[in-house]
T-cell receptor
Framework: NAGVTQTPKFQVLKTGQSMTLQCAQD?????MSWYRQDPGMGLRLIHY???????DQGEVPNGYNVSRSTTEDFPLRLLSAAPSQTSVYFC???????????FGDGTRLSIL | DAKTTQPPSMDCAEGRAANLPCNHS???????VYWYRQIHSQGPQYIIH???NNETNEMASLIITEDRKSSTLILPHATLRDTAVYYC??????????????FGQGTILTVHP
């Protein structure tokens, strides 16, 4: 059981490039979320999904798109990378009810 | 999510109990208290959660006051590997807003030999 898998683990981009951060979970969880964590700060929610085909914005959604075509996958797309998006990105999933979220190991993204 | 307040840092001797407090005075009746920790820059790790009863699992115990305005996470025998940032979160389960765990600054717990 792999849990929540994020790829890649590290990535360097140039300003203006686009890319997709991958997130997959094998626990059949309904809910999935993307967070970013900047140095010395807590996690901030970017986008989340309450099921396949349903997504919504978190507190810092600008510059990011998501889709949820399957229960397992929740990719995060950076449309035109900016230096302000340099951060560590965490994906999380959880089942229904009051059960806790399970986090991936993160993707460390640097934008030059 | 209700706002939570935690001390910025705490120290604990190895082998002793670590008691981490959290204030959540505006918590609503359907909000649970969740505790996570983050070691270095790894992904947050779930520790324990509860609604109003005290809870215990293999990692820790959670004590919630009767009025639910505060709670304490107890690591009964702290080890050096428990050095981490600990986050207390009050969050409502269910509904379209679920999934939004609001992470504050947390408490940096340092366990000393």
């Amino acid at each position: 059981n792999a849990g929540v898998t994020q790829t890649p683990k590290f990535q360097v981009l140039k300003t203006g490039q686009s890319m997709t951060l991958q997130c997959a979970q094998d626990m059949n969880h309904e809910y999935m979320s993307w967070y970013r964590q900047d140095p010395g700060m807590g996690l901030r929610l970017i986008h989340y999904s309450v099921g396949a085909g349903i997504t919504d914005q978190g507190e810092v959604p600008n510059g990011y798109n998501v889709s949820r075509s399957t229960t397992e996958d929740f990719p995060l797309r950076l449309l035109s990378a900016a230096p302000s998006q340099t951060s560590v990105y965490f994906c999380a999933s959880r089942p229904g009810g009051n059960q806790p979220q399970h986090f991936g190991d993160g993707t460390r993204l640097s934008i030059l | 999510d209700a706002k939570t307040t935690q001390p910025p840092s705490m120290d604990c001797a190895e082998g002793r109990a670590a008691n981490l407090p959290c204030n959540h005075s505006t918590i609503s009746g359907n909000e649970y208290v969740y505790w996570y920790r983050q070691i270095h820059s790894q992904g947050p790790q779930y520790i324990i959660h509860g609604l109003k009863n005290n809870e215990t699992n293999e990692m820790a115990s959670l004590i919630i006051t009767e009025d639910r305005k505060s709670s304490t996470l107890i690591l009964p025998h702290a080890t050096l590997r428990d050095t981490a940032v600990y986050y207390c979160i009050a969050s409502r389960a269910g509904g379209t807003s679920y999934g939004k765990l609001t992470f504050g600054q947390g408490t940096i717990l340092t366990v000393h030999p």
